[in-house]
Nanobody, 126 residues
Framework: QVQVEESGGGWVQPGGSLRVSCVAS????????WAWFRQAPGKEREFVGV????????NYADSVKGRFSATRSSDYQTAYLQMDSLKSEDTAVYYC???????????????????WGQGTQVTVSP
């Protein structure tokens, strides 16, 4: 049984930085594609970014491009979302998601990922 645990997040003032970490457990030989989604109050869950297992350059939503950066460990079991220049509109619950394949067409869909973290709150306010 694969589990995803995420940590990080918290509160920061506008312009600040936070990092969300995600760790998979249960199958150390699996090469995961990692993605992040977020959901703000009253809004639908939206794609934030993805880093594939296969080496393609990470992809990001336009709203975070240039400010957020995804990286992963060489064993594919851990991933990080570095969030810089945070804005109030970035406030949301952030979710890690791990999948076992990568598609250039579907990486932005939640259904593409089998394993999900519990979510972590990111609050950006003065």
């Amino acid at each position: 049984q694969v589990q995803v645990e995420e940590s990080g997040g918290g509160w920061v003032q506008p312009g600040g930085s936070l990092r969300v970490s995600c760790v998979a457990s249960g199958d150390p030989d699996e090469k995961y594609t990692w993605a992040w989604f977020r959901q703000a109050p009253g809004k639908e869950r939206e794609f934030v970014g993805v880093i594939s297992w296969s080496g393609e350059a990470p992809n990001y939503a336009d709203s975070v491009k240039g400010r957020f950066s995804a990286t992963r460990s060489s064993d594919y079991q851990t991933a990080y979302l570095q969030m810089d220049s945070l804005k109030s509109e970035d406030t949301a619950v952030y979710y890690c998601a791990a999948g076992t394949y990568y598609s250039n067409f579907n990486y932005h869909l939640a259904s593409h990922y089998a394993y999900w973290g519990q979510g972590t709150q990111v609050t950006v306010s003065p």
